[in-house]
Nanobody
């Protein structure tokens, strides 16, 4: 059973920081690219960031560049998303997902395995 479990979401004020974690099990994570996606009510699923198998290729959505940082620790089977300077428009359910081809792209259609999400709410 392949699993991805997100954690670290919560309710914060604008300007605050959160660190999301994506813990994986049931597969060899270092053979997969990992992406972060988010979806807010009434909006389509949006690619936030991705990191390839080696960590040598990383992509970010323009809306989060300079504020979010993705990293992976293959030894711990965990991928992280550090989110700084959070804005109300960052409010969404955040998901991590695995691309079995190892390709880092911000396209949810390329992902084969998904977590259940963790909710991030940014509100004053």
């Amino acid at each position: 059973q392949f699993q991805l479990v997100e954690s670290g979401g919560g309710l914060v004020q604008p300007g605050a920081s959160l660190r999301l974690s994506c813990a994986t099990s049931g597969f060899t994570m270092d053979n997969y690219a990992i992406g972060w996606f988010r979806q807010a009510p009434g909006k389509e699923r949006e690619g936030v960031s991705c990191i390839n198998r080696s960590g040598g290729r990383i992509n970010y959505a323009d809306s989060v560049k300079g504020r979010f940082t993705v990293s992976r620790d293959n030894a711990k089977n965990t991928v992280y998303l550090q989110m700084n300077s959070l804005k109300p428009e960052d409010t969404a359910d955040y998901f991590c997902a695995a691309n079995r081809l190892g390709v880092c792209v911000l396209d949810w259609r390329t992902m084969g395995y998904w977590g259940k999400g963790t909710l991030v709410t940014v509100s004053s």
